[in-house]
Each structure stands twice: as C-alpha cells, then as structure tokens.
C-alpha cells in the first residue's frame, strides 16, 4: 500500500507534501509530482498538506481516479527526486481556484 497523487496536482506543483515526507519518495516532471509506491512508508503526513487534495491513501482512492496507483508507479522511477519545498508553477493559483479550493 502507498499514498498516490492524481490529477489535482496537474498545473500546480505548490510541493508543500515533499516537506513534510520523512523518506523523500516524491518525485516530478514539469507538470506534477509523483510518489514511488516502493518507497512510501505509509505514514500519511503528506495527505493533509496538499492545498488541492491531490494526495489519497491507494485504498480510500475515488474509483474514476484508481488508473492514478499505475500512473505514480510507472511515472516516479523516470523523475526527478523532489525532496525541497519549490516554487509553485505559475499555473498554480489558477488551477487551485478552478478546482474550487
Ligand atoms: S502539495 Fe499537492 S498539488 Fe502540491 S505538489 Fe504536492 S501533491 Fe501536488
Ligand atoms: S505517505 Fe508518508 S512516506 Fe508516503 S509519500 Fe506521503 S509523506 Fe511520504
């Protein structure tokens, strides 16, 4: 079992969940971030930390947003190790606004 990002985190990268991740399994291209399921310990403190709610428990995933376990799987060994709070992308706020948060 791991933690997953979905689609919420597209156009915004505020990366406030690298922080707060004791084993730095985050991991990003230009448009969101991953998690490395083999690397997640499960612990949870990410979840709350994300402004859009990208971040799910695998197991408490909304059944349109399960094709997001393979997705972070396939994704994070091909990305960059994302392990310092950056700048958000431009995008942000507005994407932030249209998901409604
Ligand atoms: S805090 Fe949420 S939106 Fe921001 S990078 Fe992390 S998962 Fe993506
Ligand atoms: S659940 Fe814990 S270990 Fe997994 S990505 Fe989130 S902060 Fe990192």
Redesign the pocket.
């Known amino acids: 079992m791991a933690f997953v990002?979905t689609d919420?985190?597209r156009r915004?990268?505020?990366?406030?969940?690298?922080s707060v991740c004791p084993v730095d399994c985050f991991y990003g291209d230009e448009g969101?971030?991953y998690i490395n399921p083999d690397e997640c310990i499960d612990c949870g403190a990410c979840e709350p930390?994300?402004?859009?709610s990208?971040?799910f428990d695998e197991s408490a995933l909304p059944a349109d947003k399960k094709s997001w376990i393979a997705i972070n799987a396939e994704k994070s060994p091909q990305c960059q190790n994302i392990t310092q709070k950056q700048e958000p992308l431009p995008t942000a706020e507005a994407r932030k606004k249209e998901l409604g948060f």
């Open positions: 990002v919420n985190c915004c990268r505020f990366t406030d969940c690298v969101q971030l930390e994300c402004p859009v990208a971040i």
